[in-house]
């Protein structure tokens, strides 16, 4: 059997190397040697067993020194297998180009490129990270792909939801399909790209929707300082910038990071960001603001920001906004926060239509939304927790606008503050092979309405205080596909308990 016909394995290319790397030092040894043996030449029988002797000796020598090469090898090819185990469970996502056989596209690198803060980007791992070597895998100097090199990622995926009080509204829908392409122009400049599919079908009369979730340029100058201009991801709370099926538990997303952090919630604007050596990751920036005036009386209660951000479509630019995001990291643990600012009010500009339109002329208000988090990972369970908070600045008078005879709107109106928490335990219970069994449960808390201007407390929906109990499972086929399936309990609104199935992929 030749060495190419054996099955390619670890196994193989370390034995390989331990093989070639003791022949080498014999072959070495033997030819150091043989000159000299050639030319003392045994005299008597004595003199020539005291030379196989010595020969022997030597020989016994170079194998003791053979063998200790081979553990030394050895140890060294455990430690890199460990240390990249470790960094797959902590998150760290595999960089363009870098995908072996199994779904490759010739010419094409696939994987992460948009591996970065507030990229939902393919090659994601079951769990989340928690490490500094998935942050620091984050920035673009750590990616790999040639210049002039387009990468492919996508992620979608199938959710059939069964309410328990009434099962004739079940439904099964191509929640999302999604495609991104990367592409390098030099060894520090890539654009990012990705394209989100929701609900199979968009038309008139349809429930889909097409839109462009990111497009920006990153351009990497160290791992201390890299700079991205576009429209890109918020780095507030942990679902919004990592939010492929493959990196949370739950066939839906959780309700906290949803409602209260609209995910997935990007902006069009200019930030810098990047990873010191102390365990500290940061991202920092300015973009594009709330546009209060597109607050809707039925969405807006359900998730405050929702509707009213700017997304890049056509998004009023009067005033902005600032951010900030700071992670610091340890093996295992995350600890992280972030807030966002801006005005809701555009400098009027939008707001002076008409008798018949919405009047927040003169008016002057303030959204700020922030996140605490952390993400422990102590073996092979996954401990996370998240609280986050919401407010809107002049709430009183924007209210006053919105039920005036002009637009008479009588419910549905703006809080002053919202608000939500969740914990989450998950386990990774079985494996064999590529496949992993995870089951989780989560509570999750939340307040929509928090706090309402004293002349709207009467507004109050008790349906928006809510307490959410989430259990089920989650079963990787492999690393990047996973079949899941859920029970909700809804304390407030029992309408809402439902059974969840669903299927995801990252690639």
């Known amino acids: 059997m030749s060495l190419s016909s054996l099955p390619d394995s670890p196994m193989r ?85 870098g995908a072996g056989p199994v779904g490759r596209v010739p010419g094409i690198a696939t994987g992460s490129t948009a591996a970065v803060p507030g990229s939902a980007t393919a090659g994601a791992t079951a769990n989340p990270p928690a490490s500094a070597a998935a942050d620091a895998a984050l920035l673009p100097s750590s ?31 191509v929640r999302r399909a999604v495609l991104g392409f990367g592409y390098r122009f030099s060894d520090r400049l890539r654009m990012v790209s990705e394209f989100e599919w929701e609900n199979a079908v968009v038309s008139a009369s349809d429930p889909g929707e097409v839109e462009v979730e990111q497009l920006y340029l990153d351009y990497g100058h160290s791992a201390r300082l890299n700079v991205k201009a576009g429209l890109f991801l918020m780095p507030i709370g942990l679902l919004n910038d990592m939010h492929e099926p493959t990196r949370y538990y739950g066939v839906e997303r959780n309700d906290v990071e949803t409602r209260v952090i609209p995910t997935t919630w990007r902006e069009v604007g200019v930030g810098v960001y990047g990873y010191l050596d102390n365990g500290l990751y940061y991202d920092v920036g300015v973009t594009s603001g709330f546009n209060m005036s597109k607050w809707d009386a039925v969405e807006g209660p359900a998730a405050p920001l929702a509707t009213i951000h700017g997304e890049g479509a056509q998004a009023a630019a009067g005033s902005g906004a600032v951010y900030a995001a700071l992670r610091y990291n340890v093996p295992g643990l995350r600890l992280g926060t972030g ?78 503050s919202f608000d939500g928490w969740y914990l989450q335990a998950a386990y990774d219970a079985w494996r064999s092979g590529d496949f992993s069994l995870k089951p989780f449960a989560r509570w999750e808390r939340y307040n929509l309405q928090r706090g309402m201007p004293a002349a709207y407390a009467s507004f109050r929906d008790p349906l928006l205080n809510e307490r959410v109990i989430t259990v089920g ?35």
């Open 13 to 97: 290319s370390r034995s390989m190397r331990s093989a070639f790397g003791g022949a080498a030092v014999v072959v070495a040894h033997l030819l150091a040697a043989g000159p000299a043996i050639a030319q003392s030449a045994p005299s008597s029988e004595a003199e020539l067993r005291a030379q196989v002797r010595a020969l022997t000796e030597q020989v016994q020598r170079l194998t003791t020194m053979v063998e200790q090469l081979q553990k030394k090898t050895e140890q060294v090819d455990e430690k890199t297998e460990a240390l990249a185990t470790q960094q797959e469970a902590a998150g760290a996502r595999p960089v363009p180009g």
């Open 143 to 173: 990616l790999g792909g040639a210049v002039g090199q387009v990468s492919v990622f996508g992620y979608g995926e199938i959710n059939y939801n069964r309410p328990h009080r009434d099962p004739s509204q079940s439904q099964v829908t």
């Open 339 to 416: 807030v966002w600012s801006g005005s809701s009010a555009q400098r009027n500009g939008a707001f002076k239509a008409g008798d018949t339109a919405l009047d927040l002329s003169g008016l002057r208000g303030r959204v700020t939304l922030w996140d605490v988090h952390a993400v422990w990972q102590p073996g092979r369970w996954d401990l996370r927790a998240l609280y986050a908070r919401g407010t809107i600045g002049n709430a009183g008078a924007i209210n006053d606008a919105l039920s005036a005879p002009a637009v008479g709107q009588t419910g549905g109106f703006v809080p002053s």
């Open 473 to 507: 499972a989650s079963l990787f086929v492999t690393r990047n596909a996973v079949i899941k399936t859920d029970y909700q309990w809804y304390q407030a609104d029992a309408r809402r308990s439902r059974l969840n199935v669903g299927l995801g992929y990252a690639f």
